[in-house]
């Protein structure tokens, strides 16, 4: 089974992205992001569906399959400032362009059921300031920060019918990811010799979780539900926290998801949505500790068919930071303990990981996106997103605001996939 999932993992995740709502993309499918994300009150498609909310997975007529992924061009800045001498501006990073691809199928058995399985490429950040925004003394106040994270799911699911209204759906995550934590540490910042390599380099890990989805149609209204359990991994020997030269694993579990959705068709060639969805991220593993707060996702977009072969769509997405700014924390006392990380944490340094290493803060994404049916068989889907950029900064107890860390996030990404319909 490990071996299957890494080969998976080879074809869902290709690098890693700078993700959206926390560390989630909004979508997975060009179809969805193209509208904000949407997929849980009204259906996209069956391999979105997959992923988005399994009971609509009944909208498949017959045999699909898609093939596709997503350029995601992130332009993100940290900053570190512990006084004169010691502030290294916003600088950029280097891990600006990742590819994110994905691949479903689905398939009608009888009227009753369909089948399906995808693996998509969900969730990740990742920046590269390596010999970046040393002070003059040659010491890396961003710390040569380097980190991947990325986290797939193969998901096989099956979509059953109750009744011409209602349908039900189920799906399997089986989840692989990796992550790289690297650093230069430095007990005295003003002394080069007392830096040490803290990262352990790249590591794997697998998990398994579920999701459950309701579907509920009548005439021109649909609405859904969507559970989508937490996912726990850990992944070892990656990051030495007390610079004795062992390497600490990480718990880091992706959180659970509650989702609800309403869709309505509003003329005979348009469609809308609305989606709502609550990540639960001060619960899961590692993002508690490192107080990222829950997020309320709001997704709304449409469709409008211009004519039988061209579709097209936008959406707008808002999930306000779960990284907030703070004043005047706690930069001596280490009352945070990261499992399974040997040291203990300060305030200060927490938010520090987060701005400099895992700035997953961006808020408001439009998107804009279509389709076009070539033949009565395949067709291709499009899709541009842009995340506004955001900033956070934070600042600790030494007083005039210092020190001070900060992180600016903004996004682009173009979508494509290709769709075989039998």
């Known amino acids: 089974m490990r071996k299957v999932l890494a080969s998976a993992a080879i074809l869902a995740v290709a690098g890693s992205a700078m993700a959206t709502n926390g560390d989630n993309m909004i979508g997975v499918t060009p179809a969805s992001e193209a509208m904000g994300g949407l997929g849980v009150g009204m259906p996209i498609g069956s391999i979105d569906s997959i992923f988005r909310n399994p009971a609509w997975m009944n909208s498949e007529k017959g045999f699909t399959v898609s093939f596709g992924g997503i350029l995601f061009m992130p332009d993100v800045k940290g900053r570190f400032n512990m006084g004169p001498g010691m502030d290294s501006g916003y600088v950029s990073s280097r891990a600006n362009f990742f590819t994110v691809p994905e691949i479903g199928i689905a398939n009608r058995i009888n009227d009753q059921v ?18 970046k925004g040393n002070n003059a003394r040659g010491t890396p106040v961003l710390s040569n920060m ?24 189920v799906g399997l995550d089986l989840a692989w990811g990796s992550l790289d934590m690297g650093a230069t540490m430095c007990a005295n910042p003003m002394n080069p010799a007392t830096c040490y390599n803290a990262g352990g380099g790249q590591s794997s890990s697998y998990g398994a979780g579920a999701q459950l989805g309701v579907g509920y149609r009548a005439g021109d209204l649909t609405v859904g539900f969507n559970y989508q359990s937490p996912v726990s991994m850990k992944y070892k020997h990656v990051f030495d926290s007390d610079g004795n030269g062992s390497y600490e694993d990480l718990k880091l579990q992706q959180p659970q998801e509650v989702a609800a959705g309403i869709g309505y068709k509003v003329l005979p060639n348009l469609k809308v949505g609305l989606d709502l969805r609550w990540i639960n991220w001060s619960k899961a593993d590692g993002y508690k500790q490192f107080k990222w707060k829950d997020q309320t996702v709001i997704a709304v977009g449409g469709e409008y068919q211009v004519n039988p072969a061209l579709k097209l769509r936008a959406g707008y997405n808002y999930g306000k930071s779960p990284i907030r700014s703070y004043s005047g924390l706690n930069g001596m006392m280490p009352t945070n303990n990261i499992p399974s990380l040997a040291q203990p944490f300060p305030d200060f340094n927490v938010q520090w990981f987060n701005l400099i290493g895992f700035p997953a803060i961006t808020e408001h994404h439009i998107s804009l996106g279509g389709s076009y049916q070539f033949t009565k068989n395949f067709a291709v889907d499009l899709a541009y997103v842009h995340a506004f ?21 903004s996004q682009n990404e173009v ?7 039998f």
């Open 389 to 409: 950029e955001k900033k956070v900064e934070s600042s600790g107890n030494m007083g005039g605001g210092l020190p001070l860390v900060g992180a600016k996030n």
């Open 415 to 421: 979508g494509v996939a290709l769709r075989w319909s």
């Open 146 to 169: 380097h980190t991947t994270l990325q986290f797939m799911r193969i998901i096989p699911a099956v979509s059953y019918q109750i009744n011409p209204n209602l349908s039900v759906g």
């Open 114 to 131: 369909v089948v399906g399985i995808a693996a998509y490429g969900v969730s990740g950040m990742g920046v590269d300031y390596r010999d």
